[in-house]
Structures are given as structure tokens and as C-alpha cells.
């Protein structure tokens, strides 16, 4: 099995800040890494595919990047409403899918 | 704009087999795509369970394999989860959600999730 391993698993941040999360592969996975985000008592929400593909309708302050096995999320400006949990997902070895343990984001 | 619901018992004994079923509106599940379902144990991450084509063909997370039974009835849009031999560990809240297809295995959208409890 891939393990993806992200961190910080939380971060406190204030609004306008730049936030990073980063996500590691347990071995190569090219580029096949999506971000989603998941609000307090909802569903996930794909927000990136294939490490830097922005989903339709995703605010462009949302961005991905990196290959291989190290992988970076980013929100340039942190707003109010981006306080959520965010999830790596790799599927390099399908059948094998794997979730990242999360990233709780707080505002400060 | 497609929309996926679960239903089924928010309740199961233990031993005892877990059957859910995800409805889709608003896009026909045997045009294209797969179909999967994720679920999130009580306050921890997210965990892959399996994915099924409309043609009927599935892959399944090694680790839950044994246990799962995913089926697809195209006459009524709908694609159900078994999971046999339930323990408390399989408490959880179960999603179901479209996968965009083999070569691009992202999921959306998603269900709302719906909260299966094992106790007897």
C-alpha cells in the first residue's frame, strides 16, 4: 500500500495569510495527487486534481503543485470561510486509493 | 448537475451484514463514469472502500475486500454497498460518490454521508 503522509496535521492561521500543507508519497506516484476539502459536519469537496488542476469553480486562491512523492497545497490569502479539514488522495496503483490523515485549518 | 444520496439503516448489529444504496439524480449511471464509496470512521480521515463501472465491474480496497459486495441497477440509477461481518470498527459515516474514471480517480461530487452506527 502508498501511504501519504501530510502535515502539519493542524495549523492556526490569520485571514490574509498564506497557508501551506504538504503531502508525501511512500513512493512515486507521477502527479496522480488530489486535494479536497471538508467543512465541519459535510462532505468532501474535490478541490485539485492531479496535483495542479483547479476544479471547476474553485476560488484561485486554492492551489496545488509537485510530482513524484512530495506534493504542496496552498492558499495564498486564507479567508474565513476556508476553515476546513484538507485531504491528499493518491491513485498511482489503482486498485490502491489512499487518503492523506488530514490537515485541520483553524484561523487565529 | 448530478446529486448522489445514501440510504439505509443507521443501525446494524454486529456479525451482520451493512447495506447501503446511493441514489444519483440528475445524470443516468450507465452513460459513463464509476461509481465509489468512501467512508470516515468517527472523528478520523477518509478511507476508500470501492468503485463499480456500470457495467458491473468493481476493485475494492485490498484491506475491506473479503467483506465487500458492490452492485450497480442501472434501471433505477442506483448503486449499493455490502459489507459483511460488521464489528464496532466498521462504525462510520458512509459516502457514496462519482469517480471521474479509471486514469482520473478523483471523486465528485459526493453524497452528503449518511452515519451507520454498529452496536447491538
Known amino acids: 500500500d502508498i501511504q501519504m503522509t501530510q502535515s502539519p496535521s493542524s495549523l492556526s492561521a490569520s485571514v490574509g495569510d498564506r497557508v501551506t500543507i504538504t503531502c508525501q508519497a511512500s513512493?512515486?506516484?507521477?502527479?496522480?495527487l488530489n486535494w479536497y476539502q471538508q467543512k465541519p459536519g459535510k462532505a468532501p469537496k474535490l478541490l485539485i486534481y492531479?496535483?495542479?488542476n483547479l476544479e471547476r469553480g474553485v476560488p484561485s486562491r486554492f492551489s496545488g503543485s509537485g510530482s513524484g512523492t512530495d506534493f504542496t497545497f496552498t492558499i495564498s490569502s486564507l479567508q474565513p470561510e476556508d476553515i476546513a479539514t484538507y485531504y491528499c488522495?493518491?491513485?498511482?496503483?489503482?486498485?490502491?486509493?489512499?487518503f492523506g490523515g488530514g490537515t485541520k485549518v483553524e484561523i487565529k | 448537475q448530478v446529486q448522489l444520496q445514501e440510504s439505509g439503516p443507521g443501525l446494524v448489529k454486529p456479525s451482520e451484514t451493512l447495506s447501503l444504496t446511493c441514489t444519483v439524480s440528475?445524470?443516468?449511471?450507465?452513460?459513463?463514469?464509476?461509481w465509489g464509496w468512501i467512508r470516515q470512521r468517527p472523528g478520523k480521515g477518509l478511507e476508500w472502500i470501492g468503485t463499480?463501472?456500470?457495467?458491473?465491474?468493481?476493485y475494492c480496497n485490498p484491506s475491506l475486500k473479503s467483506r465487500v459486495t458492490i452492485s450497480v441497477d442501472t434501471s433505477k440509477n442506483q448503486f449499493s454497498l455490502n459489507l459483511s461481518s460488521v464489528t464496532a470498527a466498521d462504525t462510520a459515516v458512509y459516502y457514496c460518490?462519482?469517480?471521474?474514471?479509471?486514469?482520473?480517480?478523483?471523486?465528485?461530487?459526493w453524497g452528503q454521508g449518511t452515519l451507520v452506527t454498529v452496536s447491538s
Open positions: 460518490a462519482r469517480v471521474m474514471g479509471w486514469y482520473s480517480n478523483w471523486f465528485d461530487p
Open positions: 440528475g445524470y443516468s449511471i450507465s452513460s459513463r463514469y464509476y
Open positions: 463499480i463501472y456500470h457495467s458491473g465491474s468493481t
Open positions: 513512493q512515486d506516484i507521477n502527479n496522480y
Open positions: 492531479d496535483a495542479s
Open positions: 488522495q493518491q491513485y498511482d496503483k489503482v486498485p490502491s486509493l489512499t
